[in-house]
């Protein structure tokens, strides 16, 4: 179970977040501001926080500074009455993950948490598990409770950055730029038939497709959520 601090100087909020956030499996605890919430986590271990902005002693952006400057790569979602350009581009320029503007759908924040769990739990283990699928990322290796098998480089990085941002659709331009890089003699085709060699493989995996997007490239669903 994942444990989340909520930082809010406003007290029904704050009460309110921790609810819904709580009701939705987490283990939660509570900072009226940024200065406590540094205290918290000096004592406690915390795998998410979720951040106000506007808050007295110490604001989120500061907050969010701080631990960046002090190394800590705790993913953090800033929650903002303030949708002007240029606060979004100063929370995620001093380190923040994600930003949610007030007001905000519940289950839109859910997901948003549980997105960035994901990533982070990706990054820390250089894993990703997809239902019964476990990709490793140090020996490129795909595992089941059936099977086991190595993977050609190319062919992993393909299926382990798709299913990093499962519903998200990438060109295949873009699949191309990070993965073969812009100087690779290889065309967008190469995509194509990396992408046609993982449905095969997986094929009878119930866990996830590669959908093709007419006209934009390929998006990875997943079945296990």
Known sequence: MFDILV???????????????????????????GEEALEMLEHNHVDLMVLDVMMPKMDGFT????????????????????????????????GIDD?????FDFDVLLLRIKALLRRSKIVTENKLTVGNVTLDY????????EWEEQLPQKEFLLLFKLLSY???????LQLMDEIWGMDAESDEHTVNVHINRLRTRFADTPDFEIVTI???GYKAVRHDE
Not at 99 to 103: E, G, H, R, V
Request: charged share 25%; aromatic share 6%.
């Open 138 to 145: 140090n020996s490129y290796t795909v595992k089941t409770p």
């Open 63 to 94: 907050l969010t500074e701080t631990l960046r400057e002090s190394g800590s790569q705790l993913p953090i979602l800033i929650l903002s009455a303030k949708q002007n350009v240029g606060d979004i581009k100063r929370g995620f320029l001093v």
């Open 166 to 172: 499962p519903n998200v659709v990438f060109t295949r």
């Open 99 to 103: 930003y949610l503007t007030k007001p």
């Open 214 to 216: 007419r006209g934009l």
């Open 7 to 33: 930082v809010e100087d406003d007290k029904n909020t704050r009460k309110l977040l921790t609810a819904v956030i709580s009701g939705d499996g987490y283990n939660v605890s509570e900072a009226k501001n």
